[in-house]
């Protein structure tokens, strides 16, 4: 959506370049916007899972007249444990129940599908060692870009380097995979885009709470105050 100014009023793009005026939600309640994804609320557990993120970071692809859709949820399990959930709708209204997969931790993955390959690709951050995810490396000092490959997107294989790390990588999260408006992508290399470091391995104060920088501190993942970087890299064969 773009606006003039803040409060807009704001324009929807519609693809091909077409602008329409934004409308308010309807007040007829088949039309208003509906929550699909719930985080579960642990209202007795401790601190750490009551703070937990939830449910989000969602990722879609449209395929043989349905539509995919992967998020993030970490609330589900009493140990705090993220999963990498899938749903599916033929109108994008109705959804299926959502299916837990079998990828632990992939904070922010993205999920696309590889033309070249045949099957759904899953990339993410992942702190890799000897070959082997140790952890993850979403907003860590030394992560990885890796793929995974599915036949069904919820059945994964085990990570691939995709683009071992730099770093130009560090503390990097949020990554983005380059594929067309269908979360399609055709053979070849593509453009990954994450949320960055300023000129890694730059060294930020920390901030308080009001945002102001705190003399003498240090934060190496400048929270806040990131900047966007892309690398490319080859896809799977």
């Not at 395929?63 to 993220?82: C, K, M, Q």
């Not at 190496?220 to 966007?228: D, S, Y």
Request: charged fraction near 20%; charge should be positive; hydrophobic fraction near 35%.
């Amino acid at each position: 959506a773009r606006a003039r100014t803040i409060t807009g009023p704001y324009e929807k793009h519609m693809g091909y370049g077409r602008w329409e005026a934004w409308q308010p939600w309807s007040t007829t309640a088949s039309k208003r916007p509906s929550a699909h994804i719930r985080r579960k609320r642990y209202g007795s557990m401790p601190p750490n899972i009551v703070d937990s993120f939830g449910a989000g970071q969602p990722s879609v692809v449209t395929l043989n007249s349905r539509i995919y859709l992967w998020f993030y949820d970490d609330s589900e399990t009493a140990v705090n444990e993220g999963f990498i959930y899938r749903m599916e709708s033929t109108d994008g209204i109705s959804w299926t129940t959502k299916r837990r997969g079998n990828v632990t931790g992939a904070v922010s993955a993205d999920v696309k599908f590889d033309a070249g390959i045949n099957q759904f690709v899953m990339y993410s951050f992942e702190t890799m060692v000897n070959g082997l995810r140790v952890a993850t490396g979403h907003m860590t000092a030394t992560p990885s870009i890796v793929v995974r490959r599915s036949m069904d997107g919820i059945n994964w294989g085990a990570p691939e380097v995709a683009y071992p790390y730099t770093t130009r990588l560090a503390f990097a999260h949020n990554l983005g995979v380059e594929s067309d408006n269908h979360g399609v992508i055709a053979p070849g290399s593509r453009l990954v885009g994450y949320g960055a470091v300023p000129a890694p391995p730059t060294v930020c104060p920390a901030l308080d709470a009001r945002g102001r920088p705190i003399p003498g501190s240090k934060d190496p993942g400048c929270w806040a105050r990131w900047n966007i970087d892309a690398v490319r890299i080859q896809g799977p064969r």
